[in-house]
C-alpha cells in the first residue's frame, strides 16, 4: 500500500497552492476551502514561492508571476516541471511541500463532512443514555408515512 502523502504529485500540489489564481475546476474549489484551509493554502504558496526566489529561478518567477497575475493555466503547467525537478533535487522540502497539501486535503475532507452530515450535539444528564441519528426528514407527531 503506498503512502498516500508520497502519492501526492507537484501538479495536485500547484493546484492546491494556486487554486485561487486558476479560472477552472480548481478555481471553483477555492470557493469552497475553509479559512483554516485557505492558511495552508496561502503557507504552500509562500513556501514554493521562497524557494524559486531562493534558488534564482527566473523561468519559475515568471510562470508564478503569469499564474498569479494572468491565471494562465500553460504557466501553471510549466511551473510543475520546475517544482519538479526541485522536488527531485531535494526530498526533504518535497516532504514538507507533500505535508501541507495533505493537511489541505484532510481540512477539505472534514469540512465537507461537517457539512455533508452536520454538528450533532447532545446533552445527557443523571447518567442517561442517549443516542444520535442523522434524518433526512424531520417527522411531526401524528404524521402517517403507512399511506402513500
Same mark, same amino acid.
Given at each position: ?6 502519492? =501526492?504529485?507537484? $501538479?495536485e !500540489?500547484l493546484?492546491? $497552492?494556486?487554486n485561487?489564481? *486558476?479560472?477552472?475546476s #480548481? @478555481?471553483?474549489?477555492?470557493?469552497k476551502? +475553509?479559512?483554516e484551509?485557505?492558511?495552508? #493554502?496561502?503557507e ?7 524557494r524559486?526566489?531562493d534558488?534564482q ?5 515568471k510562470a !508564478?508571476t #503569469?499564474?498569479?497575475e494572468?491565471h494562465?493555466?500553460?504557466a ?5 516541471t520546475? =517544482?519538479d525537478?526541485?522536488? &527531485?533535487e531535494e526530498?526533504s522540502?518535497a &516532504?514538507d511541500?507533500?505535508?501541507? $497539501?495533505? /493537511?489541505?486535503?484532510? !481540512?477539505q475532507? !472534514?469540512s ?5 452530515? @452536520?454538528e ?6 443523571d447518567? #442517561?443514555?442517549g443516542?444520535?441519528? /442523522?434524518?433526512?426528514?424531520? &417527522?411531526? *407527531? @401524528?404524521?402517517?408515512? +403507512?399511506?402513500?
Amino acid at each position: 500500500m503506498t503512502n498516500p502523502i508520497v502519492a =501526492l504529485s507537484s $501538479a495536485e !500540489i500547484l493546484k492546491l $497552492a494556486f487554486n485561487e489564481f *486558476i479560472k477552472s475546476s #480548481a @478555481g471553483e474549489a477555492a470557493k469552497k476551502l +475553509t479559512t483554516e484551509a485557505l492558511s495552508k #493554502a496561502n503557507e504552500l504558496r509562500h513556501k514554493i514561492v521562497s524557494r524559486f526566489k531562493d534558488r534564482q529561478n527566473v523561468k519559475a518567477e515568471k510562470a !508564478i508571476t #503569469a499564474v498569479q497575475e494572468q491565471h494562465s493555466v500553460e504557466a501553471l503547467h510549466k511551473l510543475t516541471t520546475y =517544482l519538479d525537478d526541485e522536488m &527531485d533535487e531535494e526530498p526533504s522540502f518535497a &516532504d514538507d511541500l507533500r505535508q501541507l $497539501a495533505q /493537511q489541505i486535503i484532510n !481540512i477539505q475532507k !472534514i469540512s465537507q463532512e461537517q457539512l455533508q452530515f @452536520g454538528e450533532m450535539k447532545q446533552l445527557n444528564r443523571d447518567n #442517561a443514555k442517549g443516542f444520535q441519528v /442523522q434524518a433526512n426528514r424531520i &417527522d411531526r *407527531i @401524528g404524521d402517517d408515512y +403507512t399511506k402513500k
